[in-house]
């Protein structure tokens, strides 16, 4: 049989019960670092939402981390397109529940977040996409190509102006931890 002709095996697709488990922590963070703490579960819904109406039809191009990882990507801007189209009103940031952290631990989270945000302030959309992916969420700068419909050399591009200027903010942040404690 010539090669034009030659049977392709269908991709065995998991279930949902097994891409929700195996993914639903990366669809949180990834929608925790795009949207509005308010509009993560949200975002995290009508993701496995979208992964539910379309598994039956994941034709196996990618993995199934990236393919999950390209729907919360979308769902997440969309969602952040539909929120700048709506007038502001004020949400609190503070409506999670669980046991309460230290006071030290909270300062810690304070400080990192603050160092995080500023360093992602600082970038293009096109480099933040690429950081989070790899470096919050693990993906290989190949997978995170495919997430973002690039190739891998423009990631790696991204990445490293990404990491220049989160190491910058770090160093930023040590400086000014020195300075007070040198004058406080």
Same mark, same amino acid.
């Given at each position: 049989?010539?090669?034009?002709?030659?049977?392709?095996?269908?991709?065995?697709?998991?279930?949902?019960?097994?891409?929700?488990?195996?993914?639903?922590?990366?669809?949180?963070?990834?929608?925790?670092?795009?949207?509005?703490?308010?509009?993560?579960?949200?975002?995290?819904?009508?993701?496995?939402?979208?992964?539910?109406?379309?598994?039956?039809?994941?034709?196996?191009?990618?993995? #199934? %981390? !990236?393919?999950?990882?390209?729907?919360?990507?979308?769902? $997440?801007?969309?969602?952040? *397109?539909?929120? /700048? =189209?709506?007038?502001?009103?004020?949400?609190?940031?503070?409506?999670?529940?669980?046991?309460?952290?230290?006071?030290?631990?909270?300062?810690?989270?304070?400080?990192?977040?603050?160092?995080?945000?500023?360093?992602?302030?600082?970038?293009?959309?096109?480099?933040?996409?690429?950081?989070?992916?790899?470096?919050?969420?693990?993906?290989?700068?190949?997978?995170?190509?495919?997430?973002?419909?690039?190739?891998?050399?423009? #990631? %790696? !591009?991204?990445?490293?102006?990404?990491?220049?200027?989160? $190491?910058?903010?770090?160093? *930023?942040?040590? /400086? =000014?931890?020195?300075?007070?404690?040198?004058?406080?």
């Amino acid at each position: 049989m010539s090669e034009a002709h030659a049977i392709v095996e269908p991709v065995a697709v998991p279930t949902f019960d097994d891409v929700y488990a195996a993914h639903v922590d990366a669809v949180y963070r990834y929608a925790s670092n795009r949207v509005p703490a308010a509009s993560v579960d949200d975002v995290v819904q009508e993701t496995f939402l979208v992964v539910h109406r379309r598994l039956a039809s994941f034709a196996g191009r990618s993995s #199934v %981390r !990236t393919w999950v990882i390209g729907i919360v990507r979308n769902v $997440a801007r969309d969602h952040l *397109r539909a929120l /700048a =189209r709506r007038p502001s009103t004020a949400l609190d940031e503070d409506q999670q529940a669980g046991t309460d952290p230290s006071p030290a631990d909270l300062i810690d989270r304070k400080h990192a977040v603050a160092v995080l945000d500023e360093a992602l302030a600082r970038m293009t959309d096109d480099q933040k996409e690429a950081f989070l992916l790899v470096e919050v969420e693990q993906l290989t700068s190949r997978e995170a190509a495919e997430v973002l419909e690039t190739n891998d050399n423009t #990631v %790696r !591009t991204r990445l490293r102006a990404a990491r220049a200027l989160f $190491a910058a903010a770090v160093t *930023r942040f040590r /400086a =000014r931890q020195r300075w007070g404690a040198d004058h406080g």
